[in-house]
């Protein structure tokens, strides 16, 4: 390559770097922008959507459609029944989703798209709330709005200040502003959330009680605690489990036996085949309820440098185990 060659794949690096440098300036500033403009519209607009009966309804065209999707989505995973409905579909029959319980949050920067516009009438006389959230409080949108949430940006990220870049990041911003206000005012919490996402790392945690992950029955490890030492080892190798648990006759803890108890009577160059399960095991063994959250037991087990943990009943029963394999297994850890 020679040297005017690498001086202009310098100069064109240079360039990309500024430009994308400014156009982080320039969507921060946007976002910055809005705090001082968030005041009693906002305040009404979380009134008017906490008062309705029916769903939120996102509407927009284009990039203001696509941020208007992502709004909805977010609205509906934090509390707010929301859903996106396509302006130019909307004529031609999606209108029919939208109800005279439900309220319109309208997105468009300009205020005056066509689609939309189209739609304000009939929005009107089904009698269904209309928010706007537009840069332009002189526009359609806005005068046919109950309430105006302004967008307004000093420009584009865009050199020729044409394509929809700051302006979305607005939006975008001030309906994360609108979800967050709303799922506070609702008392939204962790577990609220992951019931809306069964399938994610914090469902998974917040929903999966130890009842759902624990071994039962047959499954699980126990003798008596008269039972001999071998009587202890095969119960032990035949459930895999790596203890036992030393029950009475009524099914009651007294004790657990382990791996690691069983190294240390090596070490202590015990009898094993005068040894009773009673006199192994290790009393007031570490336990936890069907009921209680999964995550918790693999705390129990992290914070005591344990590997299983025995599930008592109300009664104090034995009725179950859980081992960290079983955790990871349903992804708890």
């Known amino acids: 390559m020679t040297a005017s060659a690498h001086q202009t794949s310098g100069s064109s690096a240079q360039r990309a770097i500024t430009l994308a440098r400014e156009t982080l300036d320039i969507e921060a500033a946007a ?131 044409l394509a929809p870049t700051a302006s979305t990041i607005a939006q975008m911003a001030l309906g994360d502003a609108l979800a967050v206000a709303l799922l506070d005012a609702r008392g939204f919490k962790a577990e609220d959330f992951a019931r809306s996402h069964p399938g994610g790392a914090l469902g998974r945690k917040l929903l999966t009680h130890v009842s759902d992950v624990m071994r039962s029955g047959e499954a699980v490890p126990r003798v008596a605690p008269d039972a001999t030492f071998s009587e202890l080892m095969r119960e032990m190798s035949a459930k895999g489990l790596g203890a036992a648990a030393i029950v009475d006759g009524e099914g009651r803890v007294l004790g657990i036996f382990t791996d690691g108890d069983l190294r240390r009577l090596i070490e202590q160059g015990r009898d094993l085949r005068s040894t009773r399960a009673s006199d192994a095991m290790h009393p007031a063994p570490r336990t936890i309820g069907p009921h209680a959250l999964a995550v918790d037991a693999a705390e129990l087990m992290e914070l005591h440098r344990i590997t299983s943990v025995l599930v008592l009943d109300a009664q104090g029963r034995l009725c179950g185990a859980v081992t960290s394999n079983d955790l990871m297994r349903a992804k708890v850890i």
């Not at 509390?79 to 130019?88: C, Q």
């Not at 029959?93 to 920067?109: E, P």
């Open 31 to 161: 976002v910055l922008g809005l705090k001082d403009r968030i005041g009693e519209p906002f305040a009404k607009a979380v009134e008017l959507i906490l008062a309705i009966q029916g769903r939120v309804v996102v509407m927009g065209m284009g990039k203001s459609g696509h941020v208007g999707r992502k709004i909805a989505a977010t609205l509906a995973s934090t509390g707010t029944p929301a859903l996106f409905v396509h302006p130019a579909e909307a004529s031609h029959g999606d209108l029919g989703m939208i109800t005279a319980q439900d309220l319109v949050l309208a997105i468009s920067n300009s205020g005056e798209s066509q689609e939309m516009a189209v739609l304000l009438p009939v929005l009107k006389r089904l009698g269904a709330p209309l928010i706007a959230m537009t840069g332009n409080a002189q526009s359609t949108m806005a005068q046919h709005a109950e309430l105006w949430l302004d967008s307004a940006v000093a420009k584009e990220a865009c050199p020729l200040n």
